[in-house]
């Protein structure tokens, strides 16, 4: 078997990010669920937390094609 | 003569891929597309086209359209109104506030227009280049966004070493203010930027290739497979159609995100406090 480990390497760096987002939406979606007049500001924190967290998963994107070679 | 240029290579790609018997994985490589100019870093390119093509359609839409504004609203105008509304209140007042969003509309409407129909390209017939999957476009639009909010956080603020002094957060106990401070400037300066412009590139370049893998290895089940694996093949191009479906809500999602973050990084940037 031939290629190369870093794109294995990203699908579990991937994970961590993958369960943090599920955890922020499922807030976000329980917060709006309990109080829909609070939707436009949970929407604003809900999407910072999201920026953050995707962040480690593009950085793993990058280093994938980084360690690539 | 660009159209002309696109289906004859569209032609010769087809005829190549029909007459080979070996399946050619699709690739990064399939994203370029020079049109003129050679195999140049100067080629005008495929992207480049399309991303003309979309600046010209967006300029001619709004234009014509706010020319002949009617107070009963024309279904033109009613596609647009909405646009705008859209970005103005769920975007733009709902994150930056009140007191601020007006002056960074333009900027907002349109990074979220461009960036939308440029998406979008990616599944309109005979177009199906989404722009915004060659890594050059999401750069360049986040480099206007990153010299902008700086700008605009180093004016409000009152200078750069007050700009500095703020990423610091109120109230922390002495000896974790270096670390934060340090984690705030990478968090400022580096990791916002990039994850801004590869979430773009990343979302856009992985849904147009999974897109390609259905139909092109549809298309190879189907006329190179035996009989059980055709099968196969019609499954892979009904569900290329499928994905094509929830490649439109990608898209959207992408360009309502990267303006939602944009808003969110402004906001952060005229905001009084931390």
């Known amino acids: 078997m031939t290629g190369s480990i870093a794109y294995l390497g990203y699908g579990l760096a991937a994970i961590g990010p993958g369960i943090g987002i599920g955890l922020i939406f499922a807030a976000y979606i329980n917060g709006v669920a309990r109080q829909p007049e609070a939707r436009g500001m949970l929407q604003t924190i809900a999407f910072t937390g999201m920026a953050l967290t995707e962040a480690l998963a593009i950085l793993g994107l990058v280093f994938a094609f980084v360690f690539k070679g | 003569m660009s159209l002309t240029v696109i289906s004859a290579q569209l032609l010769t790609s087809l005829v190549a891929e029909g007459d080979g018997s070996t399946f050619e994985t699709p690739g990064t490589s399939d994203f370029w597309w020079p049109l003129f100019g050679g195999d140049s870093n100067w080629a005008f390119t495929r992207p480049s086209a399309v991303m003309l093509l979309t600046v010209v359609v967006l300029g001619w ?112 106990p002495g000896w974790l203010k270096p670390i934060m401070f340090v984690l705030e400037l990478l968090t400022y300066f580096f990791v916002r930027p990039l994850t801004l412009a590869l979430r773009l590139f990343g979302n856009m370049m992985a849904g147009h290739l999974m897109l390609l893998v259905f139909i092109i290895g549809g298309e190879y089940l189907l006329l190179h497979g035996s009989a059980p694996l055709k099968g196969a093949g019609v499954l892979s191009f009904g569900f290329s159609i499928l994905m094509t479906a929830f490649e439109l809500l990608i898209e959207f999602l992408q360009a309502f995100i990267f303006t939602m973050l944009t808003a969110l990084y402004l906001a952060d940037a005229v905001s009084e406090h931390h």
């Open chain 2, 61 to 172: 839409f709004f234009v014509s359209t706010s020319r002949r504004l009617a107070l009963v609203p024309s279904k033109r105008q009613w596609l647009a109104e909405q646009t705008y509304d859209f970005v103005r209140n769920t975007i733009a007042r709902d994150v930056i506030g009140t007191k601020d969003f007006k002056r960074f509309l333009p900027l907002l409407f349109t990074l979220f227009t461009l960036i939308l129909l440029n998406n979008v390209a990616g599944i309109i017939p005979f177009i199906q280049y989404p722009t915004t999957s060659r890594i050059a476009f999401p750069i360049v639009l986040t480099l206007i966004v990153y010299i902008t909010y700086h700008a605009v956080a180093i004016k409000a603020k009152g200078g750069v070493g007050k700009y500095l002094g703020s990423m610091i957060p109120p109230g922390l």
